[in-house]
């Protein structure tokens, strides 16, 4: 645009609305004001539904109250305002003829002014489902010129997961190019969050060395606020905090600081390319990745402006903490918090990054330089806004380094000594403050006009994105969120920690904060019905296992409280190996005490052998537990430094051990998998041992490596008072299909003689076994 003289036409849709009120107008009139001297000639065409006369009092009664930079001379700003006024009109764009009538305005006017026109900007400030409508009558009768330009831009939300904002793609994509659209996030004209990639470039001597995983110890992305949702409950039910603020600005704000950098930040393709990678190397999220809440109010704001009954009960959370993890060489293993709410303690926005520590200082602070001391806190803060500074701005630790900051746009801070931040005072910071402060909008109007494509949003990032976001999105759909009161009361309510990967509220949720009679759809996502004559749970894979690992505590306390112990047989495989995680990392109140651990089956092969089961349950439960040790019983597969021989009688020892502490020889508890052939334990189709007969334990052979295995057999299975079977995977669906129409053929499909004489079967199937 620079480089090309003309006239540029903007066109501002949704003109009289609340964004073109607040910001867009400034932002517009801001581009005029800084490039009126560009060579270029500019018109702005305010558009909406509304009426010509109604429509042209409220965008000019909002042009009348523009203002001007307090840097600007007076006299020149009001010249400026005036002409920008006089270059201003309304148009009502509400039919297919409105649009042709508007390009027949602007195709007059150059023609009358002599003028050659540059290019058009379209500015969608309109709720998404107007776009396609828009873009076709743009595309069919308000293109400029062959030899000019258009830039549309797009306002977020894009879509509402990863289907919808594939369908909306598709859509804009029949009606424009590409490199014709751009997608605003706002963020991305932060001063702060926009000066993340150039502060990393500008500081590589001293950053290289530590922007990485061996230095950094955690990151945190940080968008609080003070007001609700109040207002806004209409879209909030529809897209929540995560979707809000987490999928879009923070995400973006990740890229910046996790993305390779390009060799030239100036090649908008390159860092495009380079977010792209950063966003695809992020570890896939899970329902425990999140934690969320909703204010106290949140469900009476609901219930008030979108006329629900008092018996609505809404899941949206209006409060998010996630754990984000790169698996990239540089980031792995760092966690990257994304934190935002509203009705929080206080209005902030800051990105920061807090590196390791390994300085141990034997002298008292009160006798050290305390400024360079290598004992307190090292990190480096973008401040995005408001809170303490109440400004963007630039801090590092000054044990850190001294930055390369731009003195054209950027100052060193100095004073202030009783502001804090992070626990420190501004002293114990190099600090850097813009030396002229811009609205978000201003700025990524002039990248607009600049065809900088690098601080917008592409199809190929926004789906990325969309994958990213959308199965988390999609497992905690309906989680009941944490209640919080708002405000400062929320005190220690919403901190939570990382336990093993996974994120947790630290507190507990105070009783009287829940209503009684309020019905938290917890479970609206089971079915539960029959599978084979027996009860069927099925959900999603996590909520799966969460609801199994549940019901096998309930199962431990009953026995714990009727007989004093719990007997309960596991099954090796990969299917329970979640589930032993989920026992040992969330189910600190489990009875170990008083349980006895059992094999269902083992392979032949040493217990310290990566495919023993019992390796397996050690590693992934056991070493985490606190279960007496004489209270676990591996299968005797290893006697006489021999591997299941027969003489050795392992079979008859295991059965022997049962029975003297066993009661009858009925385990509270057995869980089973099954196997796509059928199997289940190591009973395979065709067994010589175990399918029939009342021998308790038995040698069988397997048809893949390691052959030779020791199982329970049918008979003692089905003495059991419960058996869960657990069947898991996309795999395993036609298997589960093919048992679904079965009857009693255990030599065929030895899954199919489980039948507890005188217990339950239960069978916890999750979607993608059941449904394919």
Not at 416 to 428: A, I, K, N, R
Request: hydrophobic share 40%.
């Amino acid at each position: 645009a620079e480089m090309s003289q003309g006239h540029i036409s903007v066109v501002l849709l949704g003109a009289t609305g609340d964004l073109a009120k607040k910001y867009l107008w400034q932002g517009l009139f801001q581009l005029y004001m800084d490039q009126v001297s560009s060579g270029h000639s500019f018109t702005f065409h305010g558009a909406a539904l509304t009426a010509l006369e109604p429509g042209q009092k409220m965008m000019f009664d909002v042009l009348k109250k523009l203002a001007c930079p307090p840097d600007e001379a007076p006299d020149r700003c009001a010249v400026l305002k005036d002409q920008f006024l006089k270059l201003s009109q309304y148009h009502q764009l509400k039919t297919a003829e409105n649009y042709t009538v508007l390009n027949r305005e602007i195709e007059v006017l150059l023609r009358q002014e002599g003028l050659k026109e540059a290019g058009r900007i379209f500015y969608f400030s309109v709720p998404p489902f107007a776009y396609t409508e828009i873009a076709r009558h743009i595309n069919s009768s308000c293109r400029p010129p062959p030899g000019a330009w258009l830039r549309v831009v797009l306002e977020k939300p894009f879509g509402h997961d990863l289907e919808s904002a594939q369908q909306l793609a598709a859509e804009l994509t029949s009606f424009f190019r590409e490199e014709e659209m751009y997608r605003v996030d706002h963020y991305l004209g932060k001063q702060a969050v926009a000066h993340i990639l150039p502060f990393r470039d500008q500081n590589q001597e001293f950053l290289d060395p530590i922007w990485n995983r061996h230095h950094v110890e955690r990151v945190e992305i940080v968008l609080k606020e003070v007001v609700d949702a109040k207002g806004r409950t209409s879209f909030y039910e529809q897209y929540g905090v995560i979707r809000d603020v987490l999928q879009n600005h923070l995400t973006e704000a990740l890229m910046f600081l996790t993305m390779e950098l390009p060799g030239n930040l100036s090649r908008t393709e390159e860092v495009l390319q380079c977010k792209l990678q950063a966003l695809r190397s992020l570890r896939g999220l899970e329902k425990h990745s999140a934690v969320l809440g909703q204010y106290q109010a949140y469900a009476s704001h609901v219930q008030e402006e979108l006329k629900k009954g008092q018996d609505y009960v809404s899941t949206t959370p209006t409060f998010a903490g996630v754990l984000v993890q790169s698996d990239s060489l540089r980031w792995e293993g760092v966690p990257f918090l994304l934190t935002s709410g509203k009705a929080l303690d206080e209005r902030v926005g800051y990105v920061r990054v807090l590196f390791k520590n390994r300085a141990y200082c034997t002298q008292s602070e009160t006798l050290r330089d305390a400024g360079h001391s290598q004992c307190k806190a090292k990190q480096i803060i973008f401040y995005i806004g408001h809170g303490a500074l109440n400004t963007p701005a630039v801090l590092v630790s000054r044990n850190l380094f001294r930055p390369v900051m731009p003195k054209s746009s950027w100052r060193e801070v100095v004073g202030q000594p009783e502001l804090h931040v992070f626990g420190q005072p501004l002293s114990d910071y190099y600090v850097y403050s813009p030396v002229k402060e811009r609205d978000a909008y201003s700025v990524l109007i002039s990248n607009i006009y600049h065809g900088r494509k690098d601080f917008f949003i592409t199809t190929e990032n926004l789906l990325a994105s969309w994958a990213f976001w959308t199965p988390l999105l999609n497992s905690i759909s309906r989680q009941p969120p944490r209640l919080y009161p708002g405000g400062v009361e929320n005190q220690n309510l919403l901190d939570f920690e990382m336990v093993s990967g996974e994120l947790a509220f630290t507190a507990a949720e105070p009783v009287e904060l829940l209503h009684p009679d309020r019905s938290m759809p917890s479970d609206f996502k089971t079915i539960q019905s029959k599978f084979r004559q027996s009860p069927l749970v099925s959900m999603w894979s996590e909520d799966l296992i969460s609801q199994l690992a549940s019901d096998v505590e309930k199962a431990a306390n009953r026995a714990v409280a009727g007989s004093g112990q719990f007997h309960l047989a596991l099954s090796g495989g990969s299917s329970p190996v979640a589930l032993f995680q989920r026992l040992a990392r969330h189910h600190y109140a489990f009875p170990w005490r008083h349980t006895h651990i059992w094999l269902v089956d083992e392979r032949c092969v040493p217990l310290t052998d990566p495919e023993s089961n019992f390796f397996s349950l050690h590693s992934h439960l056991l070493q985490s537990i606190r279960v007496p040790y004489f209270n676990v019983h591996p299968m005797p597969v290893h006697l006489n430094q021999r591997l299941c021989v027969e003489e050795d009688g392992g079979t008859e020892l295991y059965a022997k051990e049962i029975a003297a502490l066993v009661a009858n020889s009925s385990f509270d508890l057995v869980l089973l998998g099954l196997g796509t052939d059928g199997h289940t334990a190591s009973l395979f189709p065709d067994s010589e041992n175990g399918l029939e007969g009342t021998r308790a334990v038995v040698l069988t052979e397997s048809p893949i490596k390691p052959h030779q295995r020791m199982s329970f057999s049918l008979s003692l299975i089905n003495k059991a008072r419960q058996v869960f079977v657990l069947v898991v995977g996309k795999g395993k669906h036609d298997i589960t299909t093919q048992i679904s129409r079965v009857g009693r053929q255990p030599r065929k499909w030895p899954i199919s003689g489980v039948s507890p004489s005188s217990g339950q079967l239960v069978w916890y199937v999750d979607y993608e076994a059941l449904l394919g």
